[in-house]
């Protein structure tokens, strides 16, 4: 069973690739560092805009729906950042910028580097736009604050301004009215000569000239109302078409019962008024319950369309109540000519029950002063809309201009360069991570312990092989002074771990294979065979590759003869064994080729071979073949009292040594351990000490096997 991985694990692993982490990482700093150096420049200036509290609170209060004055407050300023979005604000900036070709994509091109921050907690509006340089960054925002300033004065004046020129051109009619009615009152005055009115009816004609100017003012009124409303509505349809259909007060089912109301008490109203002047107290509380009754309808106005409208943004919204207050405004207008045109009608009675010799001269004495009423009142009012309408200001004013900035907030070179190595470092991580899960050998002796279940005796470092003249390489020696430490020590290392697996019962036969071929078996037995020679012992090296022999080239024996001939054909082990330069190390060579190598192996002369011993060997170590490719190995390896596997890291793929495992186990081999061969030479361990001692160990045991 596998354990866990641990942190160690890890950094081994990635230690293992550091060179592709380190090349990924190169190739992202790299194209991060030329991505930044490349890219053109981008500069950013700010506008600092406060939003007039007093102004925007008075504006409001009139608008007021029974909501907090603060939250009002904070919806306007809202309100406000959304409008320095807007391509109207785009387009007037660009006016001022000079810029008259391709207007669209200018438009878009500003509205893409711009920025607006509302700081909370303040009336404060904030505004960023970018430019190629530092100068048209600062022209940028600045042209972008001014367009604001000037669209939110623009749209504040356009409704005050619709009415004050529609009271300018009534009062040019009413004027050419007054001086036709004067020009007719006197010639009918020259034709009849000295007449007068009586002093009842000259009341009657005051009074219905006072109501009757009161009636076309209040018209005036309605059509001012509804000429700011056409602009109201035309400025909430460029933003919201949806908007603008979704309502309108008439359809209120309140309307009819708030008209209703408002010309009862403008009839109570006039009828006071002709008792009483304007600063009677029934008077003035008749026009506060007027007063009372347009904002109560107002406020259900309010909440009912903004609580049906689609959209949830502040500029709507606030469109949306200017326009219900001019709609209100308009009904009330209609109320107040409606309960008028009632009073007029009544004293257009009483002026037809005159003397016939009255009735002329009555009816253009009215109109004469109904027309001077009219004027009176409409210049009135014209004076009230100009000063109304050059007393809006705005509610904005520039706190702080836009200075050219001194440094670009773009490419940011630093944090690129940082983010593509850290990126470069994941990436390449990442890509150790999938190699390690599609490889499919092993990486670690700790891997390798944990795949098999079996304890790894030794960890033989890598090596580089060498040519012998003849094409062929030769294995690596323990008595070659070339092999220096940590490869001499890890031989010693695994003669260790043999002699001491079993105390109690002493190893004589030991088989070393590999679950294929090339993964340095031979080198393995070789050595630990010259290592277990080192002690004293007497040790026999079998060379039980009857297919790929690899001894006898590198040994070279005097002679040809050995295990086939023995097994095959009664050769003595006298004649078969040979000796080497190496003390206390003998070497019987596989001998001829044989075709049956398996029923050889597993015959009862090898057994009998393996169980008798050779004379005078205390060891007999066996150079077998791989277990998988061919069945030699599987056939002796329950003969002999141990077997050590042999893989290599790199190259042994896991599930092969897996099944080699498992063959030896199906044929009841005891499996001493495994040497896990190719390891990177270690920096822990007892490895590391094996510096130390370099000199001790670099000495040649013996001179070199290869006879001259």
């Given at each position: 069973?596998?354990?866990?991985?641990s942190?160690?694990?890890?950094?081994d692993?990635?230690?293992?690739?550091?060179?592709?982490?380190?090349?990924v990482?190169?190739?992202a700093?790299?194209?991060?560092?030329?991505?930044s150096?490349t890219?053109?420049?981008?500069?950013?200036?700010?506008?600092?805009?406060?939003?007039?509290?007093?102004?925007?609170?008075?504006?409001?209060?009139?608008?007021?729906?029974?909501?907090?004055?603060?939250?009002?407050?904070?919806?306007?300023?809202?309100?406000m950042?959304?409008?320095?979005?807007?391509?109207a604000?785009?387009?007037?900036?660009?006016?001022?910028l000079g810029?008259?070709?391709?207007?669209?994509q200018?438009?878009?091109?500003?509205?893409?580097?711009?920025?607006?921050?509302?700081?909370?907690?303040?009336?404060?509006?904030?505004?960023e736009?970018?430019?190629?340089?530092?100068?048209?960054?600062?022209?940028?925002?600045?042209?972008?604050?001014?367009?604001f300033?000037?669209?939110?004065?623009?749209?504040?004046?356009?409704?005050?301004?619709?009415?004050?020129?529609?009271?300018?051109?009534?009062?040019?009619?009413?004027?050419?009215?007054?001086?036709?009615a004067?020009?007719?009152?006197a010639?009918y005055?020259?034709?009849?000569?000295?007449?007068?009115?009586?002093?009842?009816?000259t009341?009657?004609?005051?009074?219905?000239?006072?109501?009757?100017a009161?009636?076309?003012?209040?018209?005036?009124?309605?059509?001012?109302?509804?000429?700011?409303?056409?602009?109201?509505?035309?400025?909430?349809?460029?933003?919201?078409?949806?908007?603008?259909?979704?309502?309108?007060?008439?359809?209120?089912?309140?309307?009819?019962?708030?008209?209703?109301?408002?010309?009862?008490?403008?009839?109570?109203?006039?009828?006071?008024?002709?008792?009483?002047?304007?600063?009677?107290?029934?008077?003035?509380?008749?026009?506060?319950?007027?007063?009372?009754?347009?904002?109560?309808?107002?406020?259900?106005?309010?909440?009912?369309?903004?609580?049906?409208?689609v959209?949830?943004?502040?500029?709507?919204?606030?469109?949306?109540?200017?326009?219900?207050?001019?709609?209100?405004?308009r009904?009330?207008?209609?109320?107040?000519?409606?309960?008028?045109?009632?009073?007029?009608?009544?004293?257009?009675?009483?002026?037809?029950?005159?003397?016939?010799?009255?009735v002329?001269?009555?009816r253009?004495?009215?109109?004469?002063?109904?027309?001077?009423?009219?004027?009176?009142?409409?210049?009135e009012?014209?004076?009230?809309?100009?000063?109304?309408?050059?007393?809006?200001?705005?509610?904005?004013r520039?706190?702080?201009?836009?200075?050219?900035?001194?440094?670009?907030?773009r490419?940011?070179?630093?944090?690129?360069?940082?983010?593509?190595?850290?990126?470069?470092?994941?990436?390449?991580?990442?890509?150790?991570?999938?190699?390690?899960a599609?490889?499919?050998?092993?990486k670690?002796?700790?891997?390798?312990?944990e795949v098999?279940?079996?304890?790894?005796?030794a960890?033989?470092?890598t090596?580089?092989?060498?040519?012998?003249?003849?094409?062929?390489?030769?294995?690596?020696?323990?008595?070659?002074?070339?092999?220096?430490?940590?490869?001499?020590?890890?031989?010693r290392?695994?003669?260790?771990?043999?002699?001491?697996?079993?105390?109690?019962?002493?190893?004589?036969?030991?088989?070393?294979?590999?679950p294929g071929?090339?993964e340095?078996?031979?080198?393995?037995?070789?050595n630990?065979?010259?290592?277990?020679?080192?002690t004293?012992r007497?040790?026999?090296?079998?060379?039980?590759?009857?297919?790929?022999?690899?001894?006898?080239?590198?040994?070279?024996?005097k002679?040809?003869l050995?295990?086939?001939?023995?097994?095959?054909?009664?050769?003595?082990?006298?004649?078969?064994?040979?000796?080497?330069?190496?003390?206390?190390?003998?070497?019987?060579?596989s001998?001829?080729?044989?075709?049956?190598?398996?029923?050889?192996?597993?015959?009862q002369?090898?057994?009998?071979?393996?169980?008798?011993?050779?004379?005078?060997a205390?060891?007999m170590v066996?150079?077998?073949?791989?277990?998988?490719?061919?069945?030699?190995?599987?056939?002796?390896?329950p003969?002999?009292?141990?077997?050590?596997?042999?893989?290599?890291i790199?190259?042994?793929?896991?599930?092969?040594?897996?099944?080699?495992?498992?063959?030896?186990a199906?044929?009841?081999?005891?499996?001493?351990?495994?040497v896990?061969n190719?390891?990177?030479?270690?920096t822990?361990?007892?490895?590391?000490?094996?510096?130390?001692?370099?000199?001790?160990?670099?000495?040649?045991?013996?001179?070199?096997?290869?006879?001259?």
């Amino acid at each position: 069973m596998e354990h866990e991985p641990s942190l160690r694990d890890h950094i081994d692993l990635l230690l293992g690739r550091w060179w592709l982490v380190a090349a990924v990482a190169a190739v992202a700093l790299t194209t991060a560092l030329v991505s930044s150096l490349t890219t053109p420049r981008v500069y950013r200036a700010a506008t600092t805009v406060l939003v007039d509290r007093t102004g925007a609170s008075l504006r409001l209060a009139s608008d007021s729906t029974g909501i907090s004055q603060q939250v009002f407050v904070d919806s306007y300023v809202d309100t406000m950042a959304e409008v320095v979005k807007s391509r109207a604000v785009a387009e007037l900036a660009l006016d001022r910028l000079g810029v008259a070709v391709d207007r669209a994509q200018a438009v878009r091109r500003l509205q893409a580097g711009l920025r607006v921050l509302r700081v909370r907690g303040a009336d404060v509006i904030r505004i960023e736009a970018e430019g190629p340089t530092p100068d048209a960054a600062a022209q940028n925002v600045n042209a972008i604050t001014q367009g604001f300033i000037d669209w939110h004065l623009q749209s504040r004046r356009a409704q005050a301004g619709a009415g004050r020129e529609f009271i300018e051109s009534q009062i040019a009619v009413v004027g050419r009215e007054l001086r036709t009615a004067e020009n007719e009152l006197a010639a009918y005055k020259t034709r009849a000569g000295q007449v007068s009115l009586s002093e009842q009816t000259t009341s009657v004609i005051s009074k219905l000239a006072d109501f009757e100017a009161q009636r076309r003012a209040a018209a005036v009124e309605q059509q001012a109302i509804e000429a700011s409303l056409r602009e109201a509505r035309a400025a909430l349809a460029t933003q919201e078409p949806t908007v603008v259909s979704s309502f309108t007060v008439a359809e209120d089912p309140n309307a009819a019962q708030f008209r209703q109301e408002v010309t009862r008490l403008e009839i109570t109203l006039a009828g006071l008024k002709e008792q009483f002047t304007d600063l009677h107290p029934q008077v003035m509380a008749t026009r506060a319950q007027i007063s009372e009754a347009e904002s109560r309808f107002k406020q259900m106005a309010v909440e009912r369309v903004i609580s049906r409208l689609v959209t949830r943004n502040p500029v709507h919204q606030d469109l949306a109540r200017q326009l219900i207050t001019l709609e209100v405004g308009r009904e009330a207008a209609k109320a107040r000519q409606s309960a008028l045109q009632g009073i007029v009608s009544r004293y257009e009675q009483d002026v037809r029950a005159f003397p016939a010799t009255e009735v002329q001269l009555a009816r253009l004495t009215r109109d004469v002063r109904v027309a001077e009423q009219t004027y009176i009142q409409l210049s009135e009012k014209l004076q009230e809309a100009k000063i109304a309408e050059a007393s809006i200001v705005g509610d904005l004013r520039v706190v702080d201009r836009a200075v050219a900035p001194t440094v670009s907030v773009r490419p940011h070179t630093l944090m690129n360069v940082l983010f593509g190595a850290l990126l470069g470092l994941v990436v390449g991580a990442c890509g150790v991570y999938v190699l390690e899960a599609i490889e499919t050998t092993f990486k670690t002796p700790q891997q390798v312990a944990e795949v098999l279940g079996l304890p790894v005796l030794a960890e033989i470092p890598t090596w580089r092989d060498g040519a012998n003249g003849n094409g062929k390489r030769d294995l690596p020696l323990l008595m070659d002074h070339r092999r220096r430490a940590p490869f001499a020590e890890a031989f010693r290392h695994l003669r260790t771990s043999v002699l001491y697996l079993s105390p109690d019962r002493p190893l004589r036969t030991v088989q070393v294979t590999s679950p294929g071929p090339g993964e340095g078996k031979t080198t393995v037995s070789a050595n630990l065979a010259i290592a277990l020679s080192q002690t004293g012992r007497r040790v026999c090296l079998m060379e039980c590759d009857l297919r790929r022999p690899t001894l006898s080239w590198a040994f070279q024996p005097k002679t040809t003869l050995g295990l086939s001939d023995l097994l095959v054909d009664g050769l003595s082990a006298d004649q078969a064994v040979q000796p080497t330069t190496v003390e206390n190390l003998w070497l019987l060579p596989s001998g001829v080729k044989p075709p049956n190598p398996a029923e050889l192996l597993g015959s009862q002369k090898m057994r009998a071979l393996l169980n008798q011993g050779i004379d005078g060997a205390e060891l007999m170590v066996l150079d077998a073949t791989p277990v998988l490719p061919v069945a030699d190995a599987s056939v002796l390896a329950p003969a002999v009292d141990g077997v050590i596997l042999v893989v290599h890291i790199g190259k042994t793929p896991r599930d092969a040594a897996r099944r080699a495992r498992e063959h030896l186990a199906a044929v009841g081999a005891r499996v001493l351990g495994v040497v896990v061969n190719g390891v990177a030479t270690p920096t822990r361990g007892y490895y590391h000490y094996a510096g130390y001692y370099d000199t001790e160990l670099d000495q040649p045991e013996s001179k070199s096997l290869a006879h001259s």
